[in-house]
């Protein structure tokens, strides 16, 4: 089984957040195919500034639980670092109360791994400020390369990657949608994504095949490995399946 650098997943991890959440936005608060106007970088822009407090959150809830699925073999072993790591900095400070930054650390595992998140958040949040979504080119130039500490499976960082990507794009429709109006998965959009993003995590290339032919793409995308096409439509199914049931 092939597998992925720790530093290469987190980073298209946090891309595929912060494509999903602005697009999310972008398809509720402007709708329909303009798919000009929801790249128009202005527009871009003025969503990313009024939704700008609400981004924290959203990435904690969506990042923590994938990170420590990354990162250590069990939720267990994950509770018993921080049980540890909490309890000695009470220890130290007893006002001592963990904020989001904490846990996100401990989910991380290294604190290289955690800086290296820190970067990719600010970088992807400081592109879509300025209206722009990051290419392939640009995200593997400047994304926060290091030694690496750990590997993850490509079958698991997939499965993670969808996951991120439907619960992201939600929480953007969500925020970008008027109070007491609901509006529905656009299956273009997130298919585009996850079929970029899959791509950046996996090959860190641009696509060669056929843009009319999208079975192609995702089979390209996904190295043509049966077991990577199958985990990401697998996990597309089972994600929409839990947003319904919400």
């Known amino acids: 089984m092939k597998r992925i650098n720790s530093y290469q997943a987190v980073a298209s991890f946090v891309r595929g957040f912060f494509e999903a959440y602005a697009r999310g936005i972008m398809d509720a608060a402007i709708g329909g195919d303009d798919f ?6 202005k527009e871009v822009k003025q969503m990313m500034l009024e939704h700008y407090g609400e981004v924290n959150q959203y990435f ?3 990042m923590f639980s ?3 699925r990354l990162n250590y073999k ?4 994950a509770n018993e670092r921080m049980k540890k790591n909490f309890e000695s900095m009470k220890q130290a400070d007893p006002t001592f109360e963990p904020t989001m930054l904490d846990y996100l650390r401990i989910a991380c595992k290294s604190n290289q791994l955690y800086k290296a998140m820190e970067a ?3 970088r992807n949040f400081t592109w879509l400020l300025q209206g722009k979504f990051t290419s392939i080119e640009e995200h593997v130039r400047d994304y926060t390369h290091g030694i690496l ?13 969808v996951r991120i990507i439907v619960k992201a794009y939600a929480a953007g429709l969500k925020c970008g949608s008027k109070e007491g109006t609901q509006h529905q998965l656009h299956m273009p959009t997130l298919h585009g994504m996850l079929l970029n993003n899959v791509n950046i995590l996996l090959n860190e290339a641009p696509l060669k095949g056929d843009p009319e032919d999208p079975v192609a793409l995702f ?15 697998n996990t597309l199914n089972d ?4 947003l319904a049931e919400e």
């Open 120 to 122: 990719e958040y600010k």
């Open 60 to 62: 904690f809830d969506i």
């Open 239 to 242: 994600a929409m399946k839990e």
């Open 219 to 233: 089979k390209e995308a996904c190295k043509n490995e049966e077991e990577n096409i199958n985990v990401l439509f």
């Open 149 to 161: 500490i750990s590997l993850a499976d490509e079958p698991m960082a997939i499965h993670l990657l």
């Open 66 to 68: 994938t990170l420590v």
């Open 74 to 77: 069990s939720a267990e072993e």
């Open 36 to 41: 000009q106007k929801k790249n128009d970088p």
